[in-house]
């Protein structure tokens, strides 16, 4: 009879309480219960230098995304490597980091209601790094009396739309700079123009006209406001896939490049300036692991990753060192891989790795990352604005 | 200028204190911080007393599937409703639910790995009523030693496979369903064929077809095993698609609906047996609550609740009183809504209450649901299983 002799498949408890003393706890990643969320140390390591060595000559910063990682941990590593703040989507994300320990927060998004203007106040009168995006008069006006309420004088940066998703469009956007200029409570920083659509143009070339031309009429909302005299010193966007693009914008100030720690499977297949197909200058670190449930059918493996594990984004996960494989995360709770050709005779109970479809989604779904090095668990980070869609 | 009168936004920490002397709340559903999942309870118990009514003729009895809401107060509901014990799809979703009180658990997946046998084991030991599945001579072997540690006799399901994505094909079915037999300390209780695939057939005719044509094989597995002398006292699978169709299945005895309880937008497309074109067996009773953000361009819309608020799962959310309005979850961080006709002049702050795509892989975005009566929240469930892919 078959006696299972080792516990292969640590839980999250279990490696909570491996990681108490703080040092490294060298699990292998391959022993963890599974689906776990992983990251690798070196690569993440290396992503970061990457991008401060590739910005350095270029004058301009980085401030990350956190809505990528929603982790106060990775977002302190990108401030100890050079990046002026931090960028988060929502203010529930906010409130994890700053309870986390970061203070230069950019939230990128407007508030729109009474209750989430008074939580952004009550950041911002505890941490005077706290800076938050405005579109509209409206909020403008909620913004400045809730500033007075909480006395406080609120830094703020106005949304410029690009596209039409976010973001006072570029034609009304000087009178919305000079409206936040006028209120007593609030100081203008600058602006910021996202362009997120742009991220996932396949081809550097194509990616980079677009980039360009449809930044054009912000650029000009930029040169409109130095020229009125408003405080021009912020003026940011862009993302993984731009950040070596919008450095041809004039009086761009910084990167909010969220991605480029992680990288996907959507970020893989962009391409980049020095490779076509292939977006290279960043590194894959972040992978999950699974298990193989079900080996009985010809040319098929059942896994334990699906829809929750890995989200529905295309193109699919990609299985390390198994090429042939196709992964299909559709059903919510299983994996179904398809395969002409398989590198070795699988087994149930068998492990493998996968590069996740879209980082961002796929990270929300999990409570903390692995972090791994030479493939031992070194730290098990809380993912702290997990689910924090507010 | 305008002040801000009301806190329009209630977040869950805020919702949990009101709810914590058990009494109704009384927060009208549209006050709460957004996105929010709400279920409305007095569609929710229609749907627990509808699926009880119509099965209450067939000899079939319901194993309601908690992979839906992961939320033990619900699985209350549902045995409190006649139900007969309760379906998880992972482990850990299982020692939520048991820690929630939950006691006739049956999960529906096998456990390849030695610890989680161990864990299944750790319930066994504590809970005669877990019953668990297997579909390999060798976890059935592993199971077997592993009971006979831990001092229970423990009983298993043999899965059976209907399609290729979990189960022993139904040709090794009786050498399994004999082994597991055998086995001194495992107790057979009969065999579970679920069909995953068949639930979203569009159009009742073909979906009874379909259904009733492929699990034919699993029907002569259950002819063997009661011919063979075999534990036959559970034959269990179907969903919310099928509920009305496997009470033709020989010997079936009980049905794991898991999306009866809310619905979505699949589910409703899929047809039913009264109306070719909707589903209204059901009632929809779970909504996210989202916040217009951006109003500035013409026929557009953006919300608060993209990708990681209501999945990327088709066909896409229903604005509940605005059929003209499509939207798009495409976004991780919005939602985008174009129209050609609106009800209303909709301004930033305005409140949309969303019917999901699918109400599975939604309810795991978030860590609680707000039960509502006349749209006033009376309780709030944590969703204790949120995020227990493993």
């Not at 700053?98 to 106040?121: D, E």
């Not at 998703?165 to 123009?193: I, T, Y």
């Amino acid at each position: 009879m078959w006696i299972p002799k080792r516990v292969s498949g640590y839980t999250a408890a279990e490696m909570r309480a491996k990681a108490a003393d703080g040092s490294p706890i060298g699990v292998s990643k391959w022993e963890l219960d599974t689906p776990a969320l992983c990251v690798d140390l070196d690569k993440l390591e290396s992503n970061l230098q990457t991008l401060k060595t590739k910005l350095a000559s270029t004058g301009l910063a980085s401030r990350p995304h956190a809505k990528t990682h929603k982790c106060p941990a990775i977002a302190r590593l990108q401030l100890s490597s050079g990046s002026i703040g931090i960028c988060t989507a929502k203010i529930s994300e906010a409130e994890a980091l700053f309870a986390g320990g970061i203070q230069p927060i950019l939230m990128t998004t407007t508030n729109v209601t009474a209750s989430k203007i008074a939580r952004a106040m009550t950041i911002r009168k505890k941490n005077p790094s706290f800076i938050q995006a405005v579109d509209h008069p409206r909020t403008v006006r909620e913004l400045n009396d809730a500033a007075k309420a909480f006395g406080v004088r609120a830094d703020v940066v106005v949304d410029v739309a690009v596209g039409t998703r976010s973001g006072v469009p570029p034609e009304q956007a000087l009178a919305l700079l000079q409206l936040v200029d006028k209120q007593p409570n609030l100081k203008l920083r600058g602006m910021l123009s996202y362009d997120g659509s742009a991220q996932h143009i396949k081809g550097f070339k194509k990616r980079y006209d677009e980039t360009l031309r449809r930044i054009e009429p912000n650029v000009q909302v930029f040169e409109a406001m130095k020229k009125s005299g408003l405080n021009a010193e912020i003026f940011s966007g862009g993302g993984s896939g731009t950040y070596n693009i919008v450095t041809r914008i004039p009086g761009f100030t910084d990167v909010q490049a969220g991605s480029y720690i992680f990288m996907d499977a959507q970020y893989l297949e962009i391409g980049g300036i020095d490779n076509e197909e292939v977006f290279t200058d960043f590194t894959p670190s972040l992978t999950v692991m699974a298990t193989v449930l079900n080996t009985y059918f010809p040319n098929r493996l059942t896994t334990d990753a699906g829809a929750k594990a890995l989200t529905l984004n295309q193109p699919p996960a990609i299985v390390i060192g198994e090429p042939n494989f196709k992964y299909n995360a559709g059903s919510d709770e299983f994996g179904a891989i398809t395969y002409d050709k398989a590198n070795k005779k699988y087994e149930v109970g068998d492990r493998l790795e996968l590069i996740v479809p879209h980082c961002d989604p796929a990270v929300n779904e999990y409570d903390v990352i692995y972090g791994t090095r030479k493939d031992k668990v070194e730290t098990v980070w809380e993912i702290s604005a997990r689910g924090h869609s507010q």
